[in-house]
C-alpha cells in the first residue's frame, strides 16, 4: 500500500526543499577521533537597534564522543544559546565551533541543512516544535526520513515505515503507534519527540529541558531512555536544564553564568 506520506504533510503544511547535494565538501580539523564537540572561545552577540547583548563570552569546551552531560544555569545564563550554536540553528559571532569533526562557523546553509538533517538530533520541552498533530505517531516519526538526502533517499517508504515503528518499540509506544497527538499524554508526546529525533540515526542529541513540562515519574521514564541511548546506543547527548536532581543523573555537569563556565564537576554517572 502506498503511504504519500510527504503529500499528506504538504497539504497541510509548507516545507523548504533543500538542494540535494552540498555545494562544497565539509569543513574539517584536525581533532581526536573521541571528541565530538570542541568549542574555543566561543562568542555570541545579539544585536537590536539600540543595545547589544552577549550571550556567550569566548566559552571553550570539549565534550567525548559516547558522553552524556549537563548544562545548567539560570534563564539568561547562556544554556539553550549554546545549544543553538552546536544544533547549528544560530550563527556564532567569533570563535572555532567544531561537532563530529565539522566546522559549523564556516559552513554554508545547504551544508547546515545537511548538518542538521543527519548528525543531529533535537528534543525540546515544548512538544509543538517535535510533532504535527495530524499525523499519527508512526508518521510523526517516519517524517524525518522523507526529506533525507544520499543513498537514504532510496530506501523505501514501507522500509522507513519499518524503522519509523522500531523506534516507537524503543522508546516502549509500539502500543500507541496510530494515536495522533491529542491522543497522547505529554510524557507520550515526549517519547514519540525522542522517537523523530533517532529517526535518522544521529551521533548528537541535544534536549532542552526535556522533563520541565512533566511530572516526576514521567520525567523518570524520559530520563531512563536517555540512560539506554547512553549505554546501549553509544549517543552523545547534551541536557539543557534549570535540575540539579536531573543533573546529577549525568556523567559531568557544566555550569554557565552570563555565557561563561563558572564550574564543572562530576554527575552520578561519572566512573
Request: with cysteine; net charge neutral.
Amino acid at each position: 500500500m502506498k503511504i504519500n506520506l510527504k503529500e499528506k504533510i504538504s497539504k497541510v503544511k509548507q516545507m523548504k526543499n533543500p538542494e540535494s547535494a552540498m555545494e562544497n565538501p565539509e569543513q574539517t580539523m584536525d581533532v581526536p577521533d573521541d571528541v565530538m564537540i570542541e568549542c574555543d572561545s566561543l562568542v555570541k552577540i545579539y544585536k537590536t537597534k539600540d543595545i547589544e547583548v552577549l550571550a556567550l563570552q569566548g566559552l571553550d569546551l570539549t565534550v567525548k564522543r559516547g558522553e552524556l552531560m549537563a548544562i545548567i544555569g539560570n534563564s539568561g545564563s547562556g544554556k539553550s544559546t549554546f545549544l543553538n550554536m552546536i544544533g547549528g540553528l544560530d550563527r556564532p559571532s567569533a570563535g572555532k565551533l567544531y561537532v563530529d569533526g565539522k566546522n559549523l562557523f564556516q559552513m554554508t546553509e545547504n551544508e547546515l541543512v545537511e548538518y542538521k538533517r543527519s548528525t543531529v538530533g533535537f528534543v525540546w520541552q515544548n512538544n509543538a516544535r517535535n510533532l504535527l498533530p495530524y499525523l499519527t505517531a508512526w508518521e510523526n516519526v517516519m517524517t524525518p526520513m522523507l526529506f533525507v538526502e544520499g543513498k537514504e533517499k532510496a530506501v523505501s517508504e514501507e522500509e522507513k515505515k519499518k524503522r519509523a515503528l522500531e523506534l516507537l518499540e524503543l522508546v516502549g509506544l509500539g502500543h500507541r503507534k496510530d494515536s495522533k497527538l491529542s491522543q497522547l499524554s505529554g510524557g507520550e508526546q515526549q517519547r514519540v519527540a525522542i522517537a523523530i529525533a533517532l529517526a535518522n540515526n544521529p551521533k548528537l542529541l541535544l534536549a532542552d529541558e526535556p522533563t520541565g513540562a512533566l511530572d516526576s515519574k514521567t520525567g523518570r521514564k524520559i530520563m531512563d531512555l536517555f540512560h539506554t541511548l547512553h549505554h546501549e546506543q553509544g549517543k552523545t547527548i547534551v541536557l539543557i536544564t534549570h535540575s540539579q536532581e536531573l543533573a546529577e543523573e549525568t556523567e559531568r555537569i557544566i555550569t554557565l553564568k552570563d555565557g561563561v563556565i563558572t564550574g564543572e564537576r562530576k554527575g552520578g554517572l561519572a566512573c
